[in-house]
């Protein structure tokens, strides 16, 4: 749910205009419509509800931040947690901008990062494994401009977004039978390369194809816009959804499930987490698990290749029991390294505190008794 904001003619709305102007420089233009939206509702609030608050000195937290953040909550119908959150934050940069640039500190302390509401931490949600592979038959079987768009989004995990962004020469040469696409500028303001297959790039030379032959103006990007980029999004995800049903899904499921199925899908393949991150465009690994599903099965498989093959143990050494150790020097040292590797699989099965403190005095004499041994071979 979005707000219809009326124009402001508070005698502030210029200098809000302007913060947010310069806030907005390096973002889209969305963003910067967003910004004036959020501008526009604060002052057409205090314009309504605290007329004689005309300047930036005499705005307050109480009441004018508490009074606009309860008008907010309270919207008939109810905004997302998201969008109130949106709004908060936008107010807040504003305010930060204006305490920058008018050398009034006072603006800074408006709002606080608790007034923020939290969002629900919702799951990832991946396609089922049923429902991916329906989907991916019916978008082979159609193969249109926006089948092959879909797909380009299941097999490299873009936002729908920055694949409606991707520019004509998209598809780039990284070595023999090596290629990537390249993901320009999106959500983050980050471009990265994604690694592909053979298969990625018969749909982006398919999608070229479809371009050459469609009658509308030359624009550079790789999918034609009928007539905004707005459209052609509108456009995709109504294809999706008529996809969906077509095959015969009857829960709602919406193309940004394609990024958490890539996501789940290359974990399962063994993709670090740190290479998924740089896959996904994330800044923070937090936010790409919050992406992955990881399932009861996932968890089995990695339990039992850890017991299978344990990483983080040290390697049993190759040595000969205690009781066939010989009466030598030989036989010492060897009775002596055998009792180093128990004592430090013991010790790491204790959690920390004063018996594994004990034990670790105890492996720094083991080792200088076995240093100190070793030189009666040199007697």
């Known amino acids: ?48 509800q605290h007329p004689r608050a005309r300047s930036l000195q005499q705005l307050r937290r109480d009441p004018h931040i508490l009074d606009w953040l309860t008008l907010l909550r309270s919207h008939q119908p109810p905004l997302s947690k998201v969008t109130v959150g949106h709004h908060v934050i936008r107010l807040r940069r504003i305010l930060e901008e204006l305490a920058w640039s008018k050398q009034i500190p006072l603006l800074t302390h408006l709002i606080r990062a608790d007034d923020i509401p939290r969002t629900d931490q919702c799951l990832p949600r991946p396609l089922t494994a049923e429902q991916d592979q329906l989907i991916l038959q019916e978008l082979l079987r159609r193969d249109d401009r926006d089948s092959n768009a879909l797909l380009l989004l299941r097999h490299t995990g873009m936002r729908i977004g920055e694949c409606l962004d991707l520019p004509f020469d998209c598809l780039r040469t990284l070595g023999q039978d090596q290629w990537a696409i390249h993901v320009p500028l999106g959500k983050l303001q980050t471009e990265r390369l994604v690694p592909v297959d053979s298969f990625v790039c018969r749909i982006v030379h398919r999608l070229r194809t479809l371009r050459s032959q469609d009658s509308s103006i030359a624009d550079g990007f790789l999918l034609a816009r009928p007539r905004c980029r707005y459209t052609l999004g509108y456009y995709l995800r109504t294809s999706f959804h008529e996809i969906a049903a077509a095959v015969g899904i009857k829960t709602r499921v919406v193309p940004h499930q394609f990024r958490h199925t890539y996501a789940t899908e290359m974990l399962r393949a063994g993709v670090t987490l740190p290479v998924l991150m740089k896959l996904l465009g994330h800044k923070s690994p937090h936010m790409t698990m919050r992406y992955v599903q990881v399932s009861l099965l996932d968890v089995e498989r990695e339990f039992e290749l850890a017991r299978s093959k344990p990483r983080h143990l040290l390697p049993t050494p190759k040595v000969p029991a205690v009781h066939s150790a010989t009466p030598d020097l030989s036989g010492l040292l060897t009775s002596l390294h055998l009792a180093q590797h128990v004592l430090e699989m013991f010790r790491r099965t204790l959690p920390a505190g004063p018996p594994r403190r004990l034990l670790d005095r105890l492996a720094n004499r083991l080792t200088k008794i076995v240093s100190e041994a070793r030189k009666l071979d040199r007697s």
């Open 1 to 48: 749910m979005r707000l219809r904001i009326p124009p402001s003619r508070h005698p502030l709305t210029a200098l809000f205009q302007r913060a947010a102007e310069s806030l907005t420089t390096s973002l889209g233009k969305d963003s910067a419509h967003y910004y004036q939206c959020t501008a526009r509702h604060f002052l057409n609030y205090l314009d309504a």
